[in-house]
């Protein structure tokens, strides 16, 4: 069982380079396509490879499982827009840091939701992992309403990690993973369309090369292999653990950012700060997995 839990560990782990990847390339786009739009294609190409890659394991979805995959993948579009809309008011840095704060709001909903009670090593790996994410973000001045917003998002990123803990023993797990990307991606299509139908002149999008490639890696990497790689991987590991994993995500980002040049050319500095906040992250998950032979109780 321990074997299994770690390779989970991994193969989530993993799901972060792709992510933390996403962020420069989404980044070069983002003034050419509207985000709800970029995050309708992205899902629906995501929707198309599961269908293709898990035909033979989509049959017998019932009702039950749809409800469930689709909460879960309303969470998932909740959590998304709002950080969209909260990025409209916030800064980038301090959007980054509410949102990994769903780190913490993980094992607290945990215990109260699902009678899990997070083991000591695990809630000390969260800390580190917080404090990390301060220091990689620099956490800037006072709140505003975009903040509120990402606060919000972030509960929302909680809830999806939770409630696929929750489902995932019950049901199959292809049915679930599937039904959370198809679900996020009708959601978004619809408000593609509401956003259509109430503009009295929207804006047309040229589907340059630039904006079909970010939308096939993203779509095929980020959300087909990452979101199902990820509800599988739940399976055989724990919540908590699966959140502080996740916060390896900006260290990614940052680090891609560090190398690969936007739009115009440019790459960011790595700061003492941004190594002192990646270390104590990856500090809380090395503590977490270097004392989990020694816990059983998750």
Same mark, same amino acid.
């Given at each position: 069982?321990?074997?299994?839990?770690?390779?989970? #560990?991994?193969?989530?782990?993993?799901? @972060?380079?792709?992510?933390?990847? !996403?962020?420069?390339?989404?980044?070069?786009?983002?003034? #050419?396509? %509207?985000?709800?739009? +970029?995050?309708?294609?992205?899902?629906?190409?995501?929707?198309?490879?599961?269908?293709?890659?898990?035909?033979?394991?989509?049959?017998?979805?019932?009702? !039950?499982? &749809?409800?469930?995959?689709?909460? &879960?993948?309303?969470?998932?579009?909740?959590?998304?827009?709002?950080?969209?809309?909260?990025?409209?008011? $916030?800064?980038?840095?301090?959007?980054?840091?509410?949102?990994?704060?769903?780190?913490?709001?993980? %094992?607290?909903?945990?215990?109260?939701?699902?009678?899990?009670?997070?083991?000591?090593?695990?809630?000390?790996? *969260?800390?580190?992992?917080?404090?990390?994410?301060?220091?990689?973000?620099?956490?800037?001045?006072?709140?505003? &309403?975009? #903040? @509120?917003? @990402?606060?919000?998002?972030?509960?929302?990123?909680?809830?999806?990690?939770?409630?696929?803990?929750?489902?995932? %023993?019950?049901?199959?797990? +292809?049915?679930?993973?599937?039904?959370?990307?198809?679900?996020?991606?009708?959601?978004?299509?619809?408000?593609?369309?509401?956003?259509?139908?109430?503009? /009295?002149? %929207?804006?047309?999008?040229?589907? #340059?090369?630039?904006?079909?490639? @970010? &939308?096939? +890696? $993203?779509?095929?990497?980020?959300?087909?292999?990452?979101?199902? /790689?990820?509800?599988?991987?739940?399976?055989? $590991?724990?919540?908590?653990?699966?959140?502080?994993?996740?916060?390896?995500?900006?260290?990614?980002?940052?680090?891609?950012?560090?190398?690969?040049?936007?739009?115009?050319?440019?790459?960011? *500095?790595?700061t003492m700060q941004t190594i002192i906040g990646s270390l104590l992250i990856l500090s809380g998950m090395i503590i977490t997995e270097l004392k989990f032979r020694n816990?059983?109780?998750?």
């Open positions: 069982m321990m074997n299994k839990q770690l390779k989970a #560990d991994l193969a989530i782990f993993s799901i @972060t380079i792709i992510w933390g990847s !996403s962020f420069i390339v989404m980044k070069n786009i983002s003034e #050419d396509i %509207p985000a709800y739009a +970029y995050l309708a294609m992205r899902f629906l190409v995501a929707s198309i490879i599961l269908t293709v890659i898990f035909n033979k394991n989509l049959k017998g979805i019932n009702l !039950s499982s &749809i409800m469930r995959g689709s909460l &879960i993948g309303l969470m998932l579009y909740a959590g998304m827009m709002l950080q969209v809309l909260g990025l409209k008011t $916030t800064t980038a840095s301090n959007s980054a840091f509410i949102t990994g704060l769903c780190v913490i709001m993980v %094992p607290v909903i945990s215990v109260f939701l699902l009678k899990k009670r997070p083991p000591v090593n695990a809630v000390l790996g *969260v800390f580190l992992a917080a404090a990390g994410l301060f220091f990689l973000t620099g956490f800037q001045g006072d709140w505003v &309403i975009g #903040d @509120t917003l @990402t606060l919000i998002c972030a509960l929302c990123f909680a809830l999806q990690i939770i409630f696929i803990d929750k489902f995932a %023993p019950d049901m199959n797990i +292809y049915h679930l993973a599937f039904i959370q990307v198809a679900a996020t991606a009708v959601f978004y299509l619809i408000t593609w369309a509401g956003v259509a139908f109430i503009s /009295v002149k %929207p804006a047309p999008i040229v589907f #340059d090369s630039k904006i079909i490639l @970010t &939308i096939l +890696y $993203t779509g095929a990497l980020g959300t087909a292999f990452g979101y199902s /790689v990820q509800t599988i991987a739940q399976k055989y $590991t724990t919540p908590t653990r699966t959140a502080l994993i996740l916060t390896c995500e900006p260290v990614f980002g940052a680090i891609f950012a560090f190398i690969v040049p936007d739009i115009y050319g440019n790459t960011e *500095v790595m816990n059983n109780s998750q």
